[in-house]
């Protein structure tokens, strides 16, 4: 069964978006977009949709080492478990008729991957995956052709229409509150997955890593209040263990990737054991949006 094409707004006009050139809206991949405004965007070769329009974004998208390192370390299962448990939360968020689901900042598109395979609804989940960096949408396209991958910024607005999707997922990745709770049906949940304290503690110093801010699951709070209201929360503990390898891949594939150099990083790591104990710790927390839970 083709996928079923979620609900897509034109980054132009605002129009609906749909399959161009007579193309149907259940074929498995469209080649291109159209509105009824005559604003059409051909999909790139790898797949994938590239919606920025205008003066673009001033966001700093991931670059092709970043992404690389990304694939590398996930396609290595060291997050597998972190993945179940994102696709588990997601799940029962997809029971109702026609689920649909947005994964802002999907990066290679792995836990998107997670949920699509979880939810087990065999083809009928209307599935986006929402980046900034065409590299890593190249990598998503591939790994999820059930889905439709889209170039664009979380900072805007999404090219998605009002409450189009049952669940959106943020796994390490910008939050746009506004955006979250526009496109979500009144039922929707919202799934964000954040580092907790002591997370990748032993390396983080070594490997150059970005340190977790003190008080980081208040300021979340706080920057969702207006929007949404907690409903659960888990925690994911994970005890792994990695190479030289992996450790310099998990520092580049973050926001430090930005400013670290791999050859200087490599460098650093010489000393390293061949494998090193390191503990990730998450938290999977499930909210809800306002209307819903002052209904």
Not at 270 to 289: C, D, E, I, N, Q
């Amino acid at each position: 069964m083709p996928p079923r094409l979620p609900s897509l707004l034109c980054p132009v006009c605002r129009k609906l978006l749909l399959p161009a050139s007579g193309e149907s809206a259940a074929a498995a991949r469209p080649r291109a977009l159209a509105c009824a405004a005559g604003h059409s965007f051909d999909a790139a070769r790898q797949g994938y949709f590239n919606l920025l329009v205008g003066k673009g974004t001033a966001f700093q998208p991931d670059s092709a080492d970043m992404v690389a390192a990304r694939a590398a370390f996930l396609d290595a299962g060291h997050y597998r478990p972190l993945a179940a448990a994102v696709a588990g939360a997601v799940a029962t968020a997809l029971q109702g008729p026609e689920p649909a689901v947005l994964d802002s900042g999907t990066g290679t598109g792995h836990y998107l991957r997670a949920v699509l395979d979880g939810a087990g609804s065999g083809g009928s989940i209307a599935a986006i995956g929402l980046d900034i960096s065409k590299f890593a949408l190249r990598r998503a396209a591939k790994l999820n052709p059930d889905a439709v991958n889209l170039v664009s910024d979380v900072w805007q607005q999404f090219p998605v229409a009002d409450a189009a999707v049952d669940v959106v997922t943020v796994v390490f990745a910008p939050r746009n509150a506004a955006e979250f709770a526009r496109v979500l049906k009144p039922s929707g949940r919202l799934i964000v997955v954040t580092p907790r304290p002591g997370h990748l503690a032993e390396i983080a110093s070594q490997a150059g890593m970005l340190g977790i801010e003190p008080a980081k699951d208040e300021r979340l709070a706080d920057a969702l209040t207006g929007h949404f209201e907690l409903l659960s929360a888990q925690d994911v503990d994970l005890a792994l263990g990695l190479s030289p390898q992996d450790v310099a891949n998990l520092a580049l594939m973050g926001p430090a990737g930005h400013h670290t150099d791999r050859l200087a990083l490599t460098a650093r790591l010489t000393g390293f054991p061949a494998v090193t104990a390191v503990s990730g710790k998450f938290r999977v927390s499930v909210f809800l949006p306002r209307r819903t839970a002052a209904a």
